[in-house]
């Protein structure tokens, strides 16, 4: 959202910055607020995707169309747009994925392919239901008709969710991460000198992306740094459970979980 605002806002006043600028100004300004960010898997899913979505899917969907010899729109362009999407989201986020989860979907690509106009379609369905969610007559007028959408989005997840051998085990440092990303930007770079000089700039202009991301990646590293608590201190951590109180203790290697809840 905070991005979104920026690009509104970028294209009112006449500017023609690259989206993905605005995406470092609010992964910058939410990081500044809340550090904590900076290690949440929430955050981190949602900054690469979107960075996938907006620097590696343009160049994509240019070089497939292109090979292919297809022009843009109609049923074949929104395809390999559609599948170009599904696929930089799906290869800017495997790092985290991998760090996180330990775990790689192999159908990824395919489900999110399937899944994305109906996901779009909830997102419509959701703004209808916050117009006239409280008009209690409408919204059981409508609710029968409007819930079939949301129901087959949850429904094809589920189904792709429950495909065997869908998933398997996957272990790397956070060096190959790494090396994953400087790969990844090589690719789109060379993508990018294929196609000539990007149209969203003016004449002459320079990106910066290389500053950016090196800036980016220093200030996520010094987060890291600082949140990062040394293994020989003892650390207190509250848990809010509801009805009663956890508190975790942590000392050295000896970990007590106290005051867990009733005894049932």
Do not use: H
Not at 54 to 77: D, F, K, M, N, Q
């Amino acid at each position: 959202a905070i991005m979104s605002v920026g690009i509104v806002v970028a294209s009112v006043l006449g500017r023609r910055t690259p989206g993905w600028i605005y995406l470092v100004y609010a992964s910058a300004l939410m990081v500044a607020w809340e550090p904590l960010y900076a290690v949440d898997v929430a955050f981190q899913l949602s900054a690469t995707a979107t960075a996938g979505v907006i620097v590696v899917a343009p160049a994509l969907t240019e070089a497939t169309l292109a090979r292919l010899g297809w022009s843009p729109g109609g049923y074949r362009g929104t395809f390999v747009e559609l599948a170009a999407t599904a696929t930089a989201a799906t290869l800017a986020v495997l790092p985290v994925q991998v760090a996180a989860f330990e775990r790689v979907s192999l159908i990824a690509i395919p489900a999110n392919v399937v899944v994305a106009p109906l996901y779009e379609g909830s997102v419509l369905v959701a703004a209808v239901a916050t117009l006239v969610g409280t008009i209690e007559p409408l919204a059981l007028l409508l609710r029968p008709v409007l819930a079939i959408v949301p129901a087959a989005f949850i429904g094809v997840v589920r189904l792709f969710a429950e495909v065997p051998a869908a998933e398997f085990p996957v272990t790397a440092p956070l060096l190959v991460g790494a090396a994953w990303y400087v790969g990844l930007g090589a690719v789109i770079w060379w993508f990018d000198r294929r196609a000539g000089p990007p149209q969203v700039l003016e004449a002459g202009g320079r990106s910066g992306l290389g500053w950016s991301v090196g800036l980016a990646t220093v200030a996520v590293g010094l987060w890291l740094l600082v949140l990062q608590s040394p293994d020989d201190r003892a650390r207190l951590t509250v848990l809010d459970v509801g009805q009663g109180l956890a508190v975790l203790v942590e000392d050295g290697g000896q970990v007590v979980l106290i005051d867990a809840g009733p005894p049932d």
